[in-house]
């Protein structure tokens, strides 16, 4: 009788799947023991890891930095096979964009000392005590331990934030209302900005308490000079061809629920067979021993909807602690708009690293001519210094909205935006409300193409990552990581443990959202296969 191996198929050529298809492969004995595949919805690896071109720069639609140095697995390979380093300039590769001139609408240039460091380091404050960085006892740390205070488990970080603003402008007891208007609306600068790092597209979403859990590896952060494709192509460079099988997209998960069931199979010789079966959109099945899945949350989401879903289902359904994972926790969308200006303009090599910071809907000098969609961005940058290429950052609702957008509509609105922000003659720096209106006429600006993401729409993926909801908690992401059934491996009640094994950004508690994330959960799910063969 020939013993068959047992089968592992990974979901998912991201960085989960490939990772842990790379470690199940490539570790001592593997290559006899099982039998191995990928399979990908998509017609392309890396999942939310695509690096692109325009007007000859290279560009990261989705992910784009490596979070710390310091330890970090994706630093290690893009050092290794020689990425971080490139003759070709690339997108960020100064870091931060320095030399920034915040604007506020309207034309108005704000003074860094009197207007922009001090609300920006409010901000940051408030930030570093809800992320708990802060020194327990430092006055600083006490100021915003009273803003806290006194709430329930519910309490959102656009909330905290909010109320430390308030805070901020009873102790200043400032009488000015054009000044506590622009201090405002550099504030909302920053909230925007937390919108697109974290994908939560109102911060009134965002949970509190679990902000303090989130962790990033240590030193500096880092864009990858060759591209992000690099790494992921690096891990896929060791498997054989033909273990990744594109353009086959999973629509329905079978698994062994019933360990009784499970038992009576054992009793009537059926043990060998294989308890997983996986439906493709093309009407094929595959069976299994072992499936990981690593499609992205909100594909889950979408598949434990009650009313037709169009995601990939469970058959039976999951139990409810999973379900109740899934649904609690919140998945964002978060869009990257490129514009690369018309070898006609003026200025090419001079366009501003521009922060932009909108009037509140109540405030009298609102342009009411700039789109809603537009309202909500924090900056316009070019991708490094002296670019033709500039970026914008989209969260929530406005980055859907940019999705179904013609490029036409978004040139017209960007160029409305920017005449509101950049007209000419060049911007005084003022502050009080006598010198706030802005004479003269706007800039022209011309592009030449549009690229933008399209995360929130692809079924392939419905949003870009995942953040902690009020509602729900760090428990909900280590639920989110549990292999069913549930019984432990070493229960010899349950004939076929580990069917399904979860892995992906959204399964790590304190490394969500990031691509290092996704790495260490694809490590964590196939170092959970060769424990229980004991390889």
């Not at 099945?285 to 499936?291: Q, R, S, W």
């Not at 005449?419 to 009080?432: D, T």
């Amino acid at each position: 009788m020939v013993v068959k191996k047992p089968r592992i198929v990974i979901i998912g050529a991201g960085m989960a799947g490939l990772v842990a298809a790379n470690k199940l492969y490539t570790s001592p004995g593997t290559k006899e023991a099982f039998e191995l595949c990928i399979v990908e919805g998509g017609n392309r690896i890396g999942g939310r890891i695509l690096t692109s071109e325009i007007g000859g720069d290279r560009i990261e639609m989705g992910a784009t930095w490596i979070h710390g140095v310091g330890g970090s697995p994706i630093f290690k390979i893009a050092e290794e096979i020689g990425a971080l380093d490139s003759k070709q300039p690339w997108e960020h590769k100064d870091g931060y964009p320095k030399d920034v001139l915040t604007v506020a609408e309207g034309g108005l240039v704000l003074d860094s000392v009197s207007i922009v460091e001090p609300v920006s380091n409010l901000y940051r404050n408030l930030m570093d005590y809800a992320q708990g960085k802060l020194v327990e006892g430092s006055e600083t740390y006490k100021k915003n331990s009273s803003i806290s205070n006194g709430y329930s488990d519910k309490l959102s970080i656009g909330s905290f934030l909010r109320k430390g603003l308030e805070a901020y402008w009873n102790s200043a007891k400032s009488g000015d209302k054009m000044i506590k208007s622009l201090e405002e609306a550099v504030f909302a600068m920053h909230e925007n900005e937390e919108r697109a790092h974290t994908s939560a597209g109102e911060l009134s979403d965002l949970d509190y308490n679990a902000e303090s859990e989130y962790k990033n590896f240590p030193d500096e952060e880092l864009t990858i000079a060759k591209g992000y494709l690099r790494v992921v192509e690096s891990l896929a460079s060791v498997l054989p061809s033909g273990l990744i099988q594109l353009g086959r997209k999973v629509t329905k998960i079978e698994w062994k629920k019933d360990e009784n069931v499970a038992a009576v199979e054992m009793e009537n010789g059926h043990g060998n067979c294989r308890p997983v079966k996986l439906h493709f959109d093309d009407g094929s099945v595959m069976v299994a021993d072992h499936v990981i899945v690593t499609v992205s949350l909100g594909v889950l989401k979408d598949g434990i909807r009650d009313e037709s879903p169009s995601g990939m289902c469970f058959s039976p359904t999951l139990p409810c602690f999973k379900k109740d994972a899934i649904s609690r926790l919140g998945f964002g969308t978060v869009n990257k708009l490129f514009l690369e200006l018309s070898p006609t303009h003026e200025e090419l090599k001079n366009f501003p690293n521009l922060q932009m910071a909108f009037h509140s809907s109540s405030s009298e000098l609102r342009q009411q001519e700039i789109p809603w969609w537009m309202r909500r961005t924090a900056s316009l940058s070019p991708i490094y210094n002296n670019s033709s290429v500039l970026l914008s950052w989209f969260a929530g609702k406005e980055a859907l909205e940019l999705e179904s957008l013609k490029d036409e509509e978004i040139i017209n609105g960007i160029t409305t935006t920017i005449s509101s922000f950049l007209p000419e003659p060049k911007p005084r720096k003022v502050l009080n409300s006598q010198q706030c209106n802005s004479n003269g006429s706007a800039k022209t600006i011309e592009f030449a193409r549009v690229v933008k993401s399209k995360w929130g729409t692809d079924p392939l993926f419905m949003g870009s990552y995942s953040y902690v909801a009020v509602g729900s908690s760090g428990k909900d992401l280590d639920s989110m990581a549990e292999p069913l059934p549930t019984s432990k491996s070493s229960d010899s009640s349950c004939a076929h443990p580990l069917q399904i094994l979860f892995a992906g950004e959204a399964t790590h508690r304190t490394h969500y959202s990031t691509t290092h994330g996704a790495y260490i959960s694809g490590e964590r799910e196939a170092n959970r296969i060769l424990k229980y063969y004991n390889l």
